[in-house]
């Protein structure tokens, strides 16, 4: 995959599911990286190869990958889950490279 | 604790150059692969380097291939980004990374900096 897209927004009231998608040609043939990123705040890994969660990440937060699309699942999705999610694959098919998706902003309403 | 601390941000005319460091502490660095991501201001985030541990192989971006070099110091504990022809649009925030692992091919970001902020404009 050389492009990953993500949806610019997604909006979800509090205690609800918020899933955040990315999309891109054969990502479910590498490992997805997922990355949460506050305002003013260095990214913190949320979930690595694909579904590995990170010690200190809620088990409300989960991966899965089906065809050309990765999902990230937030369940019970809290205020302090509000950020910037961003997908991330490598990208061995040419030059090989980190491709980040383009971002998704988090709102919780 | 893992620790990345970056410097060597600033203001810089078009066509000059600035080199990034980042100091890290807390884990066996040379072993691990590290990683410079940037971040343009109210942009997203954007992949600009790898080196690899062991074998300190290099990867870039391949629009900033040419004009930026990684490298690192194991036995300070330092990676540094040379940055050459800057232009306007390399202004962001420069993250320094640890990847989990030494191959940095497949391997995600675990640890980051704060950043620093590279600002080019005459």
């Known amino acids: 995959s050389d492009v990953l897209t993500q949806p610019p927004s997604v909006s979800v009231a509090p205690g609800r599911t918020a899933r955040i998608t990315c999309g891109g040609d054969?990502?479910?043939?590498?490992?997805v990286h997922w990355y949460q990123q506050k305002p003013r705040q260095a990214p913190v890994l949320v979930m690595s190869y694909d579904s590995d969660r990170p010690s200190g990440i809620p088990e409300r937060f989960s991966a899965s990958t089906s065809g050309n699309t990765a999902t990230l699942t937030i369940s019970r999705v809290e205020a302090g889950d509000e950020a910037d999610y961003y997908c991330q694959v490598w990208d061995t098919s040419g030059d090989q490279r980190r491709i980040f998706g383009g971002g998704t902003k988090l709102t919780v309403l | 604790e893992v620790q990345l601390v970056e410097s060597g941000g600033g203001l810089v005319q078009p066509g000059g150059s600035l080199r990034l460091s980042c100091a890290a502490s807390?884990?066996?660095?040379?072993?691990?692969?590290m990683t410079w991501v940037r971040q343009a201001p109210g942009k997203g985030l954007e992949w600009v380097s790898d080196v690899s541990g062991g074998d300190d192989r290099p990867f870039y971006a391949g629009s900033l291939k040419g004009r930026f070099t990684v490298s690192r110091d194991n036995s300070k504990n330092m990676l540094y980004l040379q940055m050459n022809s800057l232009r306007v649009e390399d202004t962001a925030v420069y993250f320094c990374a640890r990847a989990a692992g030494s191959i940095a091919l497949a391997s995600t970001i675990d640890y980051w900096g704060r950043g620093t902020l590279v600002t080019v404009s005459s």
């Open positions: 054969n990502i479910g043939s590498q490992s």
């Open positions: 807390g884990f066996s660095f040379s072993i691990y692969a």
